[in-house]
């Protein structure tokens, strides 16, 4: 299975699917919250507090939020499928992206630590996100939607190759 623009040795490990139920509830949380936002002033309109608001731009702005909410909704699934990690013999590759792909390889040696959170949402699915840090500012690859078992094995795997490597130089 080619996941990524490099193709790698070995096999690419998919996240969980269940990633795609968390992000979609996140979306409909955010969706809500904006649209509270967007509909406060026309609340105080309709309460005469605020009376020279146009009403229009409400509702236009209503509209888009859910648009993107929409939208987001549809890109989740296929966003949550190409979320991919093959782990090399020197290195580990994170593939993600839709319509932009996007591919990091990070050296073993290179790794400083790794940690693996679990927000509210993602612990009442079993998940967990494992961030990967290394002493560049631009390189912090995260794999999100692993399962909570998987995140562990997987960032004990990575802090040993790790330190393997770090010895080795």
Same mark, same amino acid.
């Given at each position: 299975? @080619?996941?990524a623009l490099i193709d790698p040795p070995g096999d690419w490990e998919r996240v969980s699917?269940?990633? !795609? *139920? !968390?992000?979609?509830?996140? =979306?409909?949380i955010t969706s809500v919250i904006f649209l509270a936002v967007v509909a406060a002033p026309l609340? &105080? #309109?309709r309460l005469e507090v605020w009376p020279g608001y146009p009403?229009?731009?409400s509702w236009a702005l209503g *509209? &888009? !939020?859910?648009?993107?909410g929409a939208i987001e909704a549809? /890109? /989740?699934?296929?966003?949550? #499928? =190409?979320? @991919?990690?093959? &782990?090399? *013999?020197?290195?580990v590759c994170v593939a993600r992206g839709v319509i932009f792909h996007q591919s990091e390889v990070i050296p073993y040696g290179r790794i400083q630590y790794v940690d693996v959170k679990a927000g509210p949402l993602l612990r009442a699915f079993g998940l967990c996100v494992l961030q990967v840090h290394t002493a560049s500012p631009d390189a912090?690859? #995260?794999i999100d939607g692993l399962l909570r078992e998987d995140g562990e094995r997987l960032r004990d795997e990575l802090a040993r190759? +790790?330190?393997? #490597?770090?010895? +080795?130089l």
């Open positions: 299975m @080619s996941k699917p269940r990633l !795609v *139920a !968390v992000q979609e509830i996140s =979306n409909l609340l &105080l #309109r009403e229009w731009i *509209a &888009l !939020v859910l648009l993107f549809i /890109v /989740v699934p296929f966003r949550v #499928r =190409n979320m @991919s990690y093959a &782990l090399r *013999a020197d290195d912090h690859p #995260r190759r +790790g330190e393997e #490597r770090l010895a +080795g």
